[in-house]
């Protein structure tokens, strides 16, 4: 069978660990602001400033609909297969595996960049070993050989 015709389909949905980091992150932030030289005023709304702001941004992560990408194994194309949409060819796709993460970086035949990030809690070993096979990206171009071995 030719690699080139082959392709591989995959799902990404929104990760509640991203979710759960930027929560911290945010909640850190505030903590640090009390932690500072500035006037409580400036810190109580700095705080809120930083609720709001997290909130929004942790909602706007978890409301992304979840997604099917079918790629080739040459890694040449993405097509995105959203439901209720027609689907949508990408270009030129690049995949990096970090460890337990992926990230698959495309170009839309009007210009756009886009980009799909796989944590560990959307990404078992197993889909991730498929997902860089199919791709067609050699472990070499995927990050450290134990990280890539061990996913």
């Known amino acids: 069978?030719?690699?080139?015709?082959?392709?591989?389909?995959?799902?990404?949905?929104?990760?509640?660990?991203?979710?759960?980091?930027?929560?911290?992150?945010?909640l850190l932030a505030g903590f640090s602001l009390f932690l500072s030289a500035l006037p409580r005023i400036a810190c109580w709304l700095?705080?809120?400033?930083?609720?709001?702001?997290?909130?929004?941004?942790?909602?706007?992560?978890?409301?992304?609909?979840?997604?099917?990408l079918r790629i080739a194994g040459d890694g040449s194309w993405v097509v995105l297969l959203c439901v209720g949409r027609p689907p949508r060819l990408f270009s030129s796709a690049q995949l990096r595996i970090r460890g337990p993460m992926a990230i698959l970086r495309a170009r839309h035949s009007a210009g756009g960049s886009f980009q799909w990030n796989w944590w560990p809690d959307t990404l078992p070993a197993t889909a991730r070993r498929q997902l860089r096979l199919a791709s067609g990206s050699p472990i070499g171009n995927s990050g450290p050989a134990l990280a890539t071995m061990s996913g």
Not at 1 to 26: K, T, V, Y
Request: proline share 4%.
């Open 1 to 26: 069978m030719s690699r080139s015709s082959s392709s591989f389909l995959i799902d990404w949905r929104p990760s509640r660990l991203l979710g759960a980091a930027h929560g911290l992150l945010a």
């Open 46 to 68: 700095g705080a809120l400033v930083i609720a709001v702001s997290a909130g929004l941004a942790i909602r706007r992560l978890a409301c992304r609909p979840a997604q099917v």
